[in-house]
């Protein structure tokens, strides 16, 4: 059974800082893209940041240079730093695991709420 347990989030000040954490379970870990994603209320979701298996990395141009995706292959976890947070990062944020090259191998975890006050 595949599991994805995010923690990590919280309310937080405009200008803090907070990370996230995305343990897996029930996957070879390696061979998964890991990602985060986040939805706001009454939008759509949408990618923050993205780590392959060989560990370059994809970040979504409004978080660039605040936000940092890391892998821990050893403990099957991603991370998302976030530093200089703003009040338009608020959002659930979901982690995603992605099978590189087989089609269907896609899981999500339940979420973890970011809410960053002015």
């Known amino acids: 059974q595949v599991k994805l347990v995010e923690s990590g989030g919280a309310l937080v000040q405009a200008g803090g800082s907070l990370r996230l954490s995305c343990a897996a379970s029930?996957?070879?870990?390696?061979?998964?893209?890991m990602g985060w994603y986040r939805q706001a209320p009454g939008k759509q979701r949408e990618l923050v940041a993205a780590?392959?298996?060989?560990?370059?990395?994809n970040t979504a141009d409004s978080v660039k240079g605040r936000f940092t995706i890391s892998r821990d292959n050893a403990k099957n976890t991603v991370y998302l730093q976030m530093n200089t947070l703003k009040p338009e990062d608020t959002a659930v944020y979901y982690c995603?695991?992605?099978?590189?090259?087989?089609?269907?191998?896609?899981?999500w975890g339940q979420g973890t709420q970011v809410t960053v006050s002015s």
């Open positions: 780590i392959f298996s060989g560990g370059s990395t």
């Open positions: 995603n695991a992605r099978a590189v090259g087989i089609v269907g191998y896609n899981y």
């Open positions: 029930g996957i070879i870990f390696n061979r998964y893209t």
